[in-house]
């Protein structure tokens, strides 16, 4: 059974910068895709980031060149650099892997960005 356990949400104010960090509970070399999503309060989840297993990223319109999804194979670990955070960046994040039509997500981390 995969596991996956994210960290580093917080509080932070308006421009500011958190790192979310995913760990799995087992090597990430067999996930076709990895990413985050968010679900703010009374909105639908949505996508942010993703990072396929050859490496290449995407990104939600609302973050681009604002956030960088990256990976540490060695440590299990999928990171979300979040930068110039706004107020609308507020919600529950969630990791997400996929490997062979099994979806896998971690628990989330609240990321609140408030003056």
């Known amino acids: 059974q995969v596991q996956l356990a994210e960290s580093g949400g917080g509080l932070v104010q308006p421009g500011g910068s958190l790192r979310l960090s995913c760990q799995a509970s087992?090597?990430?070399?067999?996930?076709?895709?990895m990413g985050w999503y968010r679900q703010a309060p009374g909105k639908q989840r949505e996508s942010v980031a993703a990072i396929s297993s050859s490496g290449s990223a995407n990104y939600a319109d609302s973050v681009k060149d604002r956030f960088t999804i990256s990976r540490d194979n060695a440590k299990f670990t999928v990171y979300l650099q979040m930068n110039s955070l706004k107020a609308e960046d507020t919600a529950v994040y969630y990791c997400n892997f996929r490997q062979n039509g099994n979806n896998y997500w971690g628990q989330g981390t609240q990321v609140t960005v408030s003056s």
């Open positions: 087992v090597s990430i070399f067999g996930f076709n895709v």
